[in-house]
């Protein structure tokens, strides 16, 4: 099992407000403290992910969007773009895909994170299934080749190599991120998600570090030894 190596930008696509907390704050809060730069591209709004019958779309989008810059302050991080789509209506658009390769060549990551499309384990969110794979296309070779988009060539953005792809959620982990000393931080982060949790925050604190924890077990004596952990299966692609 591989240790991930700081990079200096990081792009996270996130499928709604809180799942980039939920999958990968640990090492986002670690990295940024380090001096990575940090890019957060929010794909939907999250307007539908209540049982509040008082609750309208609208509000809640607006809610969301407050939790989530209050959780990235926390961890650290100092600029996201939100794409507004409503929740459970991400495609996989060619609208959508010219969204993320825009991000990309502006932002110039070395690392892009997402959820991993392709879990086999339990049902996955068509948001999760959408983003991700949407993500990886961006990438490779969407981003990569300059007559992809060439409007945005154009416009002064030049066509850009991610060297690496982090998807976390995945059922075949191979690389692993050391949150020791970021799982309160994480914790924290994930409980400015008020009105996703139905918890109070030393629950969620106890729950992510029972998760964390889970997810040392499993890598620890392949070659790494570390309390609590995040998982991501690693894609390099040749820069």
């Known amino acids: 099992m591989e240790l991930i190596e700081r990079p200096d930008r990081a792009m996270l696509v996130i499928p709604h407000p809180d799942d980039g907390e939920s999958g990968c704050a640990g090492t986002i809060a670690k990295w940024v403290a380090e001096g990575t730069r940090v890019l957060y591209v929010v794909c939907t709004n999250g307007d ?21 810059r209050e959780a990235m302050k926390l961890l650290g991080v100092q600029e996201a773009v939100f794409l507004g789509y409503g929740d459970g209506e991400l495609e996989d658009t060619w609208q959508f895909r010219e969204q993320l390769v825009r991000q990309i060549r502006r932002f110039k990551p070395d690392v892009v994170l997402a959820i991993d499309p392709h879990r086999t ?119």
């Open 48 to 68: 539908k992910g209540t049982s509040d019958p008082g609750m309208t779309r609208e509000r809640l989008a607006e809610i969301r969007e407050r939790e989530q």
């Open 121 to 239: 384990a339990m049902h996955n969110h068509r948001d999760h299934r959408v983003s991700g794979q949407a993500a990886l296309d961006a990438c490779y070779p969407y981003a990569r080749d300059r007559l992809h988009f060439q409007e945005q060539e154009r416009e002064g953005l030049e066509s850009w190599k991610v060297g690496t792809v982090l998807l976390w959620g995945s059922d075949h982990p191979d690389v692993v991120s050391d949150i020791g000393g970021t799982i309160d931080i994480k914790a924290k982060a994930l409980a400015r998600h008020e009105s996703q949790l139905s918890r109070d925050p030393n629950e969620v604190a106890e729950w992510i570090k029972g998760w964390a924890r889970r997810n040392a077990e499993r890598v620890n004596g392949n070659g790494v030894s570390c309390e609590y952990a995040e998982i991501f299966r690693k894609i390099s692609f040749r820069r």
